[in-house]
């Protein structure tokens, strides 16, 4: 009995001794195993904010975004669009405040520069891929320093669409020359149809439909010599490209001055006028409104058969990345990812617009046919490529002007003289 005793006590202290060792092994393992899932836990993303003034290009962007996070699973976007009207309200007062986005749309040329000079936005030259995209792109968003801030998102042209079934049901041809242009408007108001599409309420549109005969009015020489100096706007090439649009509003929709937009498009996709003139990002709008439409382009209306009838071209905005930004460098990878090729594909492809990115090749045939016609001939939009400095800037006080111009309030000369002051406040010639 008694040697029973001694054998259970002997048996229940090894027990303990065996279970305190097993509890010591699996705390220790425990506390290896958490070790180890704290170093494999993944961190949270990055989450950047990007503005933009396009809501329209929403649904493209959540694709783009979709593939650079594919590539970049540690890096989350958020594309946030405004209204282009109040975009750059929200934009300065946002800066100022210091807080908000990751990365910007910039305006081009005097629109970036005004937020380099405030120092808002890094340099982007040691970008991969910046280095590949023309020095002429580039200058949209380059400072006095001649630092590249932006990664330019796409060209924008000036063109004249035409309703191609307009011009096939009533067998009128198609201009070349700014006297044919002159001919078959008046074919079209015998029967009832709007030559152009024109709106006058937002005073941008006049100047952009300024840029397209001027193309060919004064032409590329009279640019170069006003930038060196040697003219003003007081030539007579310059004086008549004014001339000739106000020659136009009989080709105009009745009180387009008060025309939206919006309503000019309206009459061009739905037949009641024959031709439209705008920018080529008016593409994606008119096949998203109407697929089945069936549309051509014009660059420009040569001054005599067989003339030359150059492009008018911009670049459209860029992107940046902003100072106050905590995450530069993941920005600055969403930069790499815009300056790729792969990019510019599936922007020319997706938005029917031209890149500017070297490489690409429109799949689209108007985009395609856009983006030889500015290789072969491309001029600048004067106004706002050189014009566009000063306060009010000398592009805002023409535009206004040409309102003036087609209320009676000022004439043709009256342009000239508001345009040319604000011009000698603020311009410099290179020269």
């Not at 939206?260 to 008016?282: L, V």
């Not at 071209?313 to 902003?322: P, R």
Request: net charge negative.
């Amino acid at each position: 009995m008694k040697k029973n005793l001694v054998l259970y006590f002997v048996l229940l202290l090894a027990g303990i001794f065996l279970l305190a060792a097993c509890s010591e092994k699996e705390g220790e393992a425990g506390k290896e195993a958490a070790s180890n899932n704290g170093e494999t836990k993944e961190k949270d993303p990055v989450e950047l904010l990007m503005y933009s003034w396009r809501p329209e290009d929403r649904e493209a962007y959540e694709k783009f975004i979709k593939e650079f996070e594919n590539q970049n699973p540690g890096i989350k976007v958020t594309f946030k669009p405004y209204k282009s009207t109040e975009y750059g309200t929200i934009l300065t007062n946002t800066l100022t405040a210091g807080q908000g986005p990751d990365i910007i749309q910039l305006r081009p040329y005097e629109g970036a520069t005004s937020i380099i000079d405030a120092d808002y936005i890094v340099p982007l030259d040691d970008v991969e891929g910046i280095s590949d995209i023309s020095d002429e792109y580039l200058k949209a968003a380059k400072g006095e320093d001649g630092k590249v801030y932006g990664v330019p998102l796409s060209l924008n042209a000036a063109v004249v669409f035409y309703n191609k079934d307009v011009f096939e049901e009533h067998g009128f041809k198609v201009p070349e020359t700014w006297d044919d242009l002159l001919a078959v408007a008046e074919e079209m108001k015998a029967k009832d149809i709007i030559p152009i599409a024109q709106a006058g309420k937002a005073s941008y549109l006049l100047s952009l439909t300024h840029s397209v005969f001027g193309a060919t009015t004064y032409g590329q020489e009279f640019v170069n010599e006003l930038l060196e100096g040697k003219v003003d706007l007081t030539d007579e090439r310059f004086v008549e490209s004014v001339e000739r649009i106000q020659q136009l509003e009989s080709l105009f929709p009745k009180d387009f001055i008060a025309l939206e937009d919006k309503d000019a498009q309206a009459m061009f996709y739905t037949g009641q006028a024959a031709m439209y003139i705008n920018g080529s990002y008016r593409l994606e709008t008119f096949e998203n409104t109407n697929p089945d439409m069936n549309i051509g382009i014009l660059p420009s209306f040569a001054d005599k058969e067989g003339g030359e009838t150059p492009l008018v071209t911009w670049v459209d905005g860029s992107y940046a990345v902003v100072k106050a930004s905590k995450h530069q460098e993941e920005a600055k990878k969403f930069m790499e990812f815009l300056a790729s090729k792969e990019f510019g594909q599936m922007f020319s492809d997706e938005l029917a617009r031209i890149s500017a990115i070297p490489g690409v090749d429109p799949k689209h045939e108007l985009v395609r046919e856009m983006t030889e016609l500015g290789e072969e001939n491309p001029t600048p939009y004067l106004m706002l490529v050189y014009l566009g400095g000063g306060s009010p800037t000398t592009k805002t006080t023409f535009e206004n002007a040409l309102q003036g111009m087609y209320i009676d309030s000022l004439t043709v000369e009256g342009v000239i003289e508001e345009s040319q002051k604000s011009m000698d406040k603020w311009f410099k010639p290179t020269n």
